[in-house]
């Protein structure tokens, strides 16, 4: 019998990752996008050509603010599992747009979680809740662990940790199926160009061919415990087919500061970042979270996950990757003068 | 002359943008957080560094988000506010009614109220749509026409077109509703049924598609080319007093003289490719469509310029050099 899924931010990086996997497994794949005059879905496109050719792959025009139409979708749609991944999920912005970050990363997850309690009455549906390493905020312990108290610094993270609660909450009181994956960063080739890693990496990659000469960032500083979303997303369905429903640190238990990134990815083009990194206090946080680290032991003993791919292997993915988009971006270039 | 755009990444925000920047003005458009950064309409002007970051601004906010659009506008002191933003697809609206109005009607209302408060208050263009007139009774409509929408993002319109002629008459602003036909170009969104065909034309001549899927062919529009019409919304913020005018061309043409234009041009008999998929039908069509802009053209000086046939011309070139570009 073919499982459905309903995936929410599937023109994300982790959605694109998630819908490859379950496509793969079988799986039809219903994604949940945002209208919008441009198209964002990008990320996917590679999967969904013509509803003709991949009858597996489904696009639904919603919004997680939009309580009703995403009821109506889920009765409809009738899953067997549901990933919340869509949000706001810049930490940055979230500063400036705090009520729209707390609609639709708080109030958006909630809408996801009463569509399922209604669908769950008739029809057992789980739930996943993209929860973040960003809830820990000023951390109060470290590595940071499932039964680490949050301390949230960021309308983003406040907004998560809402989330998170809701989540806990519709499983405490509804007994529904609903797990938080306490994810903490993670990086590809896919990954918004605002977001540090892949600033850096198109920011080398375009240097290298001479497409730019300066790269603008904020703290250096700042310590981060980096995976790779690919072997992430696999952490997310394993956890909605365990026995029971559980909230998970997925985390590859290492930490390096964004200066050891750039190491990593300038080395590997034979460039020094020193020449080209510049400090811009526009890229500093209000408030800045100093040091994560996940510890994922549990996810290890109880789902069996644990992380593939180094950080230096990550930050090859990602290079190899923008490299390629630099030289096309070139060829573009001469084509058009 | 500060001007703030609410669309900047669609097709007319796009082109209006170009037109203001071309006046001299400065700028701010403000631009929905996506992880996908697609701003293709916009990228030729945010790559330009002589142009972004001095002349052009782009803001992150949301039409549903009060403080953070307040804080922008507070910031920006705008002279002139051109409100394009919407969820502007008619046929989806039938799908996703409350964030149709959410966005279209209330977004708008957001608007009018912060603009208000603003001392001197801007003057503010929005831009409103012909869908307020659903299937009128009387052709061609004008700015009499009584308003009688028949989807939801008619209603949505039309709430947000009464409100701007309220804030107008009630606390005796500069805010005017620029009521326009259809309007295309090259950069309208691919899923709209021009540029669906000149896509369609352009893939077949390649090679690229077999066929041509729509839905219902006989129906009639009063088809305008987008860059023409910001324009006319310039100029309607130019006049002495605030005013709602009607865009349009003032002739109709059904989608199947469309195809036939758009494919004529790359030397195919439409024809031979064209197939009805019902998928597409809209719940309700709007009949009757045709503007008449004479009030436009009396005191903007303002005529459409581009016939049908030149557009579609335009549009299938536009698509067959992106086809051969990638």
Redesign the interface.
């Known amino acids: 019998m073919d499982k459905s899924a309903l995936i929410t ?1 599937i ?3 982790d959605g694109s990752y998630l819908a490859e996997l379950l496509l793969q497994k079988g799986y039809t794949v219903h994604g949940l996008v ?10 996917i496109d590679h999967l969904y050509r013509d509803i003709h050719e991949n009858p597996k792959l489904l696009l ?4 997680l ?2 309580g ?2 995403l009821t109506n979708l889920v009765l409809n749609l009738q899953p067997d599992e549901i990933y919340n991944l869509g949000a ?3 930490v940055r ?1 979230s500063f ?5 970050t707390l ?1 639709t990363d708080g109030v958006g997850a909630l809408n996801v979680l009463e569509a399922a309690r209604i669908l769950n009455n008739s029809k057992p549906v789980r739930v996943y809740q993209a929860s973040s390493s960003e809830m820990y905020g000023d951390v109060l312990e470290t590595p940071q662990k499932e039964t680490t108290p949050f301390n949230p610094q960021s309308p983003y993270a406040c907004a998560k940790v809402y989330a998170f609660f809701q989540t806990i909450n519709y499983r405490r009181s509804y007994g529904l199926f609903a797990c938080n994956g306490i994810l903490f960063n993670h990086e590809s080739p896919r990954r ?3 977001f540090v890693t892949r600033k850096i990496t198109r920011a080398a990659t375009r240097i290298k061919l001479g497409l730019q000469k300066k790269l603008f960032l904020g703290n250096l500083d700042a310590k981060r415990d980096w995976g790779f979303a690919k072997d992430y997303v696999e952490a997310m369905w394993l956890m909605l087919q365990h026995q029971q429903a559980d909230d998970f640190v997925i985390a590859t238990g290492h930490t390096y500061s964004i200066r050891e990134f750039l190491d990593l990815v300038f080395s590997k083009l034979d460039l020094n970042w020193n020449d080209y990194v510049e400090i811009d206090p526009r890229y500093f946080r209000p408030a800045e979270v100093e040091l994560l680290l996940g510890d994922p032991t549990k996810a290890k003993q109880l789902l069996g996950w644990s992380p593939k791919t180094s950080l230096q292997e990550l930050a090859e993915i990602m290079v190899d990757h923008d490299l390629e988009l630099a030289k096309r971006e070139l060829h ?1 270039q001469s ?1 058009q003068s | 002359m500060r001007a703030i755009i609410t ?1 900047i ?3 007319d925000g796009s082109y209006l943008t170009e037109l203001l920047l071309g006046k001299g003005y400065e700028v701010h458009g403000i631009v ?10 916009l990228d030729h002007q945010v790559h330009d560094q002589s142009i972004y970051g001095k002349k052009l601004f782009l ?4 039409l ?5 659009l307040r ?1 922008i506008i507070q910031r920006v002191e705008p002279t002139e506010f051109y409100h394009l933003a919407g ?3 008619v046929g ?1 609206s039938f ?5 149709t109005c ?1 966005l279209t009607a209330m977004g708008t209302l957001r608007i009018l109220e912060i603009l208000r408060d603003l001392s001197p208050t801007p003057k503010f263009l929005h831009a409103s749509s012909r869908e307020i007139f659903g299937t009128p009774t009387q052709s061609p409509q004008d700015e009499s026409t009584p308003v009688n929408p028949n989807s939801p993002y008619g209603a949505a319109k039309a709430f947000a077109n009464q409100l701007v002629k309220i804030y107008r008459e009630s606390h005796g602003l500069f805010f005017c509703n620029a009521i326009c036909f259809n309007h295309e170009s090259p950069r309208r ?2 899923n709209f049924v021009t540029r669906k065909i000149s896509l369609a034309a352009a893939k077949i001549k390649l090679g690229l598609q077999n066929e041509l899927l729509l839905g219902n062919i006989d129906t009639h529009r009063d088809w305008g080319f987008a860059a023409e019409f910001v324009e006319a919304m310039w100029r309607i913020l130019q006049q002495p007093s605030p005013k709602d005018f009607i865009l349009a061309t003032g002739q109709s043409h059904s989608v199947q003289d469309f195809i036939q234009f758009a494919f004529q041009h790359v030397g195919l008999n439409w024809k031979d490719y064209y197939r009805l998929d019902p998928r597409f039908h809209r719940p309700t069509e709007p009949q009757n469509l045709l503007g008449n802009a004479s009030l436009a053209e009396r005191e903007l000086g303002w005529k459409h310029q581009t016939s049908l046939q030149q557009l579609a011309a335009l549009m299938v070139d536009h698509d067959l050099a992106l086809l051969k ?1 990638l």
């Open positions: 931010g023109t994300g990086q945002r209208r919008s005059s441009s198209f964002s879905t990008g990320r639904h025009y919603g919004d603010t939009d009703q139409a706001q999920s810049h912005v400036d747009q705090p009520v729209y609609m918004g160009e605002t573009n084509f | 669309g990444t669609g097709q929905r957080r996506s992880s996908t950064m697609q701003r293709p309409r803001h992150y906010s949301d549903t988000d009060t403080t953070s804080r969820q502007s697809h989806l799908d996703i009614p409350e964030s959410e969104a691919e570009n």
